[in-house]
């Protein structure tokens, strides 16, 4: 049986999805604790390599900014993207080529929900917090590419 949140969580999403466009200009996160942002790294690199090749691909990682630049998932993100093969930078480094990765990620209901953009692609997934506290996804990932331009 699913948990009652997570329905509308799901809604919530699906919502989200079809936003991408709309939205703050870097990435953004809120509610990540140290202990959750190996998962939340490793899920989002994960899904990363699933859709583009690590080794011939460098991200243009658009990390928070302001208030918010020294949040605790970003620079695991970073290490989990190099560790598995991929290039990257910052958004604001000369790059060429470079595709840019924007993240955000924000408390909902009793989780986090994780929005992702990179490429053509945006996803979004729900992650609800166990009876111990830690982070297990609550959802697949909910995907829409954009068309080639």
Not at 53 to 79: F, H, K, N, Q, Y
């Amino acid at each position: 049986m699913r948990h009652p949140l997570q329905a509308a969580a799901v809604g919530a999403m699906l919502l989200l999805g079809g936003c991408a466009g709309v939205g703050p200009r870097s990435s953004y996160v809120e509610a990540v604790t140290p202990a959750d942002a190996p998962v939340l790294a490793a899920d989002i690199a994960g899904f990363v390599a699933e859709r583009l090749p690590a080794a011939a691909t460098t991200l243009a990682l658009d990390a928070p900014a302001g208030e918010l630049a020294s949040d605790s998932l970003t620079p695991v993100l970073r290490g989990e993207l190099r560790r598995i093969g991929f290039g990257v930078a910052d958004a604001g480094q000369k790059a060429p080529g470079a595709l840019p990765l924007r993240y955000l990620v924000t408390p909902l209901n009793a989780g986090v929900l994780v929005r992702l953009q990179v490429d053509r692609t945006t996803a979004s997934r729900l992650w609800l917090r166990n009876s111990a506290g830690t982070l297990q996804a609550g959802s697949p990932f909910t995907v829409r590419e954009d068309a080639a331009e």
